[in-house]
């Protein structure tokens, strides 16, 4: 136990003095927050009724899938992970721990946005904060275990930003923090679907903020609850200690495997 919180304590402290995850766990999520919270209620007074959610999400979205892939290949890449293997450190905490902190740091921020915007910028406040507190649990659970994915089966630190940008970009046009899913066609519906931001801001509407759900809310949460940990289970299948490996355990596409829930919704809900 004193090593995994030696660890864990060792990576909560990076996250702020490394200046790429204190861009992405912080500074990025929050000056955009800052941004939109200026520029967005004038364009669309609406948006303030869903800016807080919307701007948890972005945070949750950015700091997981821009800021976690990368030091895990870095790491995989100088040979970090075989002194870990040597030291015996399971390959369990080294994806786990780094999840858990950015979680941690992603806490604070959320604390920051909801209790900030409603003063700053009159945004609408959560009606029900359990509901609102256990979608951000299991959107972080959903972004987290993609992120980490990501990092498992990224060849290079350059894929990793192409990787991560296919879920991203999308999130953000069509994920619901900008337009309203009702007001998408009916096909970007159906890819929406596939984002974890589309079942966030569905569950946060119908669950926490007092609005009306697209589709089942509850749904949603167990959607992205299941996807994580689906994607933590195949992010430790797939694992490997060194990049020079030459075998692994399971083809890197098994990952799209964590699609399955989201593609599970789409025909059930």
């Given at each position: 136990m004193s090593a995994f919180m030696t660890h864990l304590s060792f990576e909560f402290k990076t996250g702020i003095r490394n200046k790429n995850l204190l861009l992405m766990n912080y500074l990025f999520p929050l000056g955009f927050y800052l941004l939109m919270g200026a520029i967005m209620p004038g364009i669309n007074p609406f948006f303030r009724e869903t800016m807080i959610p919307a701007m948890v999400t972005f945070a949750i979205l950015a700091a997981t899938l821009l800021g976690l892939p990368d030091p895990l290949v870095s790491a995989r890449e100088?040979?970090?992970?075989?002194?870990?293997?040597?030291?015996?450190v399971p390959a369990s905490s080294i994806l786990f721990i780094p999840g858990?902190?950015?979680?941690m740091h992603?806490?604070?921020?959320t604390l920051i946005i909801t209790f900030t915007a409603a003063f700053l910028f009159d945004a609408a406040v959560p009606s029900n904060g359990l509901n609102f507190f256990i979608t951000i649990v299991a959107l972080s659970m959903a972004c987290s275990g993609l992120g980490i994915l990501i990092g498992v089966v990224s060849p290079s630190t350059r894929m990793t930003v192409l990787f991560s940008q296919i879920?991203?970009?999308?999130?953000?046009?069509?994920g619901g923090l900008m337009l309203p899913f009702n007001m998408l066609p009916e096909a970007a519906q159906i890819i929406a679907q596939l984002l974890p931001a589309t079942h966030a801001m569905n569950a946060f509407n119908g669950l926490a903020m007092g609005l009306t759900a697209d589709f089942n809310p509850w749904a949603s949460v167990a959607i992205l609850a299941s996807s994580g940990l689906l994607a933590f289970g195949l992010a430790l299948y797939l694992f490997s200690w060194d990049s020079k490996n030459s075998q692994r355990r399971g083809h890197p596409l098994l990952a799209l495997l964590v699609l399955l829930p989201y593609v599970i919704g789409i025909l059930v809900l």
């Open positions: 100088s040979g970090i992970f075989r002194s870990y293997k040597i030291n015996g858990l902190t950015t979680g992603l806490a604070i921020v879920i991203f970009v999308p999130a953000m046009i069509l």
